[in-house]
């Protein structure tokens, strides 16, 4: 229970710098939506407008950075993030309620996908080295692991998208994609989503790999498994009793604080493919100086980190007796 306390003290106490820092950046970027706008339209815009705009938004009276400060904290905690300023009047969990869904399910899926995957392949790289398929696993990975993943992802959608017109350019949906849930519907958000999809895949499995492989080789010189093997276990129960158990604690630890970045979505590749998920609105807020939705999407990316790590914490504990024994 005092480790426990101790964790959630941390928590909190991280979340309240991660607010503060949330607030302080944005407002460090000169300029202001308004004059976003007006440069935009390069004079075509009324400058008379610009104390319209302004009481538009809500940028008249802002009052002290302190009293901001506390209002924006006020505001934080009964979960009133604004309105967006790039899709004003749009309320700003509106736009995260839009997006939050198309993110979770492309990147959260292919992140899933690719800690198996690559966990798998590097379980057999590292168990089987010196054989021919297990050692070339290896410079295999290392390239798809340098691999930029949005030069990547421009290559995948010029040949597949462009040339071959297999898939579709950008966006999630097709214009008239049907009843939600429908066939059609599914159809269409499966093909529009296969190419951000594999180009998240393809360049993340190479770190899952290496990693594992790294977690086995170091494993394999451990005195318990020539114990194990002094006793006759088969190597099938070595391997799944003994390597894979303590190889996976590490990985295991860095799943989880990739699962916290899944809420971010991947940034480029959404913004290479118009996909329109949390990362997208992210990237529109920043060149918009969309403040609130800035903000939203920063706390909730940070919130999300913070709770997957400390998950982590509490499995890992529940996991690794010698964790327990170390806190007991």
Same mark, same amino acid.
């Given at each position: 229970?005092?480790?426990?306390?101790?964790?959630?003290?941390?928590?909190?106490?991280?979340?309240?710098?991660?607010?503060?820092?949330?607030?302080?950046?944005?407002?460090?970027?000169?300029?202001?939506?308004?004059?976003?706008?007006?440069?935009?339209?390069?004079?075509?815009?009324?400058?008379?407008?610009?104390?319209?705009?302004?009481?538009?938004?809500?940028?008249?009276?802002?009052?002290?950075?302190?009293?901001?400060?506390?209002?924006?904290?006020?505001?934080?905690?009964?979960?009133?993030?604004?309105?967006?300023?790039?899709?004003?009047?749009? =309320?700003?969990?509106?736009?995260?309620?839009?997006?939050? =869904?198309?993110?979770?399910?492309?990147?959260?899926?292919?992140?899933?996908?690719?800690?198996?995957?690559?966990?798998?392949?590097?379980?057999?790289?590292?168990?089987?080295?010196?054989?021919?398929?297990?050692?070339?696993?290896? =410079?295999?990975?290392?390239?798809?692991?340098?691999?930029?993943?949005?030069?990547?992802?421009?290559?995948?959608?010029?040949?597949?998208?462009?040339?071959?017109?297999?898939?579709?350019?950008?966006?999630?949906?097709?214009?008239?994609?049907?009843?939600?849930?429908?066939?059609?519907?599914?159809?269409?958000?499966?093909?529009?989503?296969?190419?951000?999809?594999?180009?998240?895949?393809?360049?993340?499995?190479?770190?899952?790999?290496?990693?594992?492989?790294?977690?086995?080789?170091?494993?394999?010189?451990?005195?318990?498994?020539?114990?194990?093997?002094?006793?006759?276990?088969?190597?099938?129960?070595?391997?799944?009793?003994?390597?894979?158990?303590?190889?996976?604690?590490?990985?295991?630890?860095?799943?989880?604080?990739?699962?916290?970045?899944?809420?971010?979505?991947?940034?480029?590749?959404?913004?290479?493919?118009?996909? =329109?998920?949390?990362?997208?609105?992210?990237?529109?807020?920043?060149?918009?100086?969309?403040?609130?939705?800035?903000?939203?999407?920063?706390?909730?990316?940070?919130?999300?980190?913070?709770?997957?790590?400390?998950?982590?914490?509490?499995?890992?504990?529940?996991?690794?007796?010698?964790?327990?024994?170390?806190?007991?």
């Amino acid at each position: 229970m005092p480790y426990l306390l101790r964790k959630i003290v941390i928590l909190l106490f991280t979340l309240w710098v991660a607010a503060t820092l949330n607030f302080v950046l944005p407002r460090l970027v000169p300029g202001d939506p308004v004059s976003v706008m007006l440069a935009k339209y390069q004079g075509r815009l009324d400058p008379s407008a610009v104390d319209a705009l302004k009481i538009a938004y809500g940028l008249n009276d802002l009052g002290s950075p302190i009293s901001q400060y506390f209002s924006y904290l006020g505001r934080l905690l009964h979960g009133d993030f604004g309105r967006s300023i790039s899709l004003f009047p749009t =309320p700003v969990l509106e736009v995260i309620g839009m997006a939050l =869904p198309y993110t979770l399910g492309l990147v959260g899926i292919t992140t899933i996908l690719s800690f198996i995957i690559g966990s798998a392949l590097g379980l057999y790289s590292g168990w089987r080295r010196g054989q021919a398929g297990a050692d070339a696993l290896t =410079p295999v990975s290392l390239f798809l692991n340098s691999m930029p993943y949005f030069w990547f992802a421009l290559l995948m959608l010029y040949i597949f998208a462009f040339q071959l017109k297999w898939f579709p350019l950008s966006g999630a949906l097709d214009p008239f994609p049907g009843d939600a849930f429908s066939a059609g519907w599914w159809s269409s958000l499966l093909r529009h989503a296969v190419l951000p999809a594999f180009t998240i895949l393809v360049t993340s499995v190479g770190g899952w790999l290496i990693t594992m492989r790294n977690n086995v080789v170091s494993v394999s010189s451990e005195d318990y498994l020539a114990f194990a093997r002094a006793k006759g276990l088969t190597e099938r129960r070595i391997l799944s009793r003994y390597v894979l158990r303590n190889a996976l604690l590490p990985s295991f630890t860095s799943f989880g604080m990739a699962l916290g970045f899944v809420v971010g979505g991947s940034i480029l590749t959404e913004i290479v493919f118009s996909y =329109p998920g949390l990362g997208f609105y992210l990237y529109q807020a920043v060149v918009g100086l969309d403040y609130p939705l800035m903000q939203a999407i920063f706390f909730i990316i940070a919130l999300t980190v913070l709770l997957a790590n400390f998950a982590v914490d509490l499995l890992n504990v529940l996991l690794d007796p010698r964790i327990r024994e170390s806190r007991a």
